[in-house]
């Protein structure tokens, strides 16, 4: 990690300019990774401790997507309660629930409405670590330079979950599950602490639009609706992006316990997908897109699904390995790119920007409700690694039609938009 740190220091002066609140960037990554490292441990053991209480991977698909049915409902009220609110402050509440979230399978029993309950927590401070990352890097990072941030960002990210996979393989072996929801607790908290170094160095931040009387639901549904006429397959495209990433963090972690039946590198599946998001985040941020981010999100999602094809039909655990390992490079590319196009959407929305958020946060929320039930259930049917082959042909598809679909440029109805903040 300290190599890596010292990479992204060594030329931050590239990445942004000295007048830009670029310093920010950084730390404000470390506690992305603190926290990524105790969710990541949580996702990795979450399907296999609860599949192995429920026996069914089916219904343990259907259990882990209800922490995204929770999220939908936080998409629809967080972006109408908390119009004025911080990226500090989203990050404090949202570690009061992550911590909650291994606290409790912990020290209850492995029963369902302890499950249930889990998913909740998990829901609700997912939901408000996106609000917390789009928040921040809208009020403290130059438009110019929201790719480079998004980059750098996933990149930290991408980190965490390098690490997570490898460090809760290691701590099953030892035999028990509790050793991981303990590491998971001390992640959060070290996060917790970094963030009250974090609040002290940042300036104080700004609204990021007038607080509104207004918390209608039936409001936001309206503003939801304008919204996504004009985004609708940028909006799926993040979706079906997502939908890859749950299916990894569910049937992936299934194949990766099928893997070690032969060969021991099966253990490291999950980190073949996420170790590119750590370099290819930070050249991205480095050098800059070649070409329109829509352009090149959609064109790399592509590459991703045509490699990922192979996966259903080899069985040597390395080949499977490097497969995956080349898909997540090009879709590693996919994510900042996409992210930092709904940021623009976001910055041009003035005061209804929240509501931007909360929509894309709903299809990322949507994806994890979709995606564990489907693969899971899938994986029943064809199997384990055909899942992924099916997700590349979904990848290739909708690529392909969103390259030639989405217009370069997206006009919001602002008037029409403004009236539903009276």
């Given at each position: ?75 629809f ?7 004025n609110?911080?990226?500090?402050f ?100 070290m ?39 004009k985004?609708?397959?940028?909006y ?78 080899v ?10 390992f ?45 995606g ?22 979904l ?28």
């Amino acid at each position: 990690m300290s190599i890596f740190l010292a990479t992204v220091l060594g030329h931050h002066h590239h990445v942004f300019p000295k007048t830009s609140p670029w310093a920010l960037v950084v730390p404000f990554s470390l506690i992305v990774f603190l926290v990524g490292v105790g969710d990541s441990l949580m996702s990795y053991i979450a399907p296999i401790y609860i599949e192995s209480h429920v026996a069914d991977s089916g219904v343990m698909g259907i259990i882990i997507a209800l922490s995204s049915l929770v999220g939908i409902f936080c998409d629809f009220t967080f972006s109408r309660i908390f119009k004025n609110k911080s990226h500090v402050f989203f990050f404090k509440t949202a570690l009061i629930f992550a911590l909650s979230y291994p606290i409790l399978f912990l020290t209850l029993p492995p029963y369902y409405p302890v499950f249930v309950l889990g998913m909740i927590a998990w829901g609700i401070y997912y939901e408000l670590l996106q609000f917390a990352d789009i928040n921040f890097v809208d009020t403290q990072v130059p438009k110019s330079h929201y790719a480079n941030a998004w980059g750098i960002l996933s990149s930290f990210r991408a980190t965490a979950y390098f690490i997570g996979p490898v460090v809760a393989g290691l701590l099953l072996s030892l035999g028990q599950t509790s050793y991981v929801f303990v590491t998971a607790i001390c992640f959060h908290l070290m996060a917790a602490f970094a963030l009250t170094i974090f609040h002290r160095l940042a300036k104080s931040t700004p609204p990021i639009q007038p607080a509104s009387n207004n918390g209608s639901i039936l409001l936001e549904l309206d503003a939801w609706f304008i919204l996504f006429k004009k985004v609708w397959p940028v909006y799926f495209f993040l979706f079906l992006l997502f939908l890859v990433d749950s299916t990894y963090w569910t049937v992936g972690t299934l194949v990766s316990q099928d893997l070690l039946k032969s060969h021991s590198s099966g253990a490291f599946f999950l980190s073949a997908y996420s170790l590119p998001g750590l370099f290819m985040g930070l050249l991205l941020s480095r050098f800059g897109s070649p070409t329109g981010k829509k352009h090149l999100a959609f064109v790399m999602a592509m590459l991703s699904g045509i490699v990922l094809l192979g996966v259903g039909f080899v069985s040597h655990p390395l080949v499977i390995l490097l497969l995956i390992f080349c898909s997540s490079m090009f879709l590693a590319v996919s994510f900042p790119e996409i992210f930092a196009v709904f940021e623009d959407y976001i910055n041009r929305l003035g005061s209804s920007k929240n509501d931007m958020i909360g929509l894309q946060s709903s299809a990322i929320s949507l994806a994890y409700i979709v995606g564990p039930i489907v693969s899971g259930f899938l994986a029943t049917i064809v199997g384990n690694q055909m899942v992924f082959t099916l997700l590349g042909v979904l990848l290739i598809a909708y690529s392909a039609f969103s390259l030639h679909l989405v217009p370069k440029k997206v006009h919001f109805p602002q008037q029409e938009l403004q009236s539903l903040q009276s």
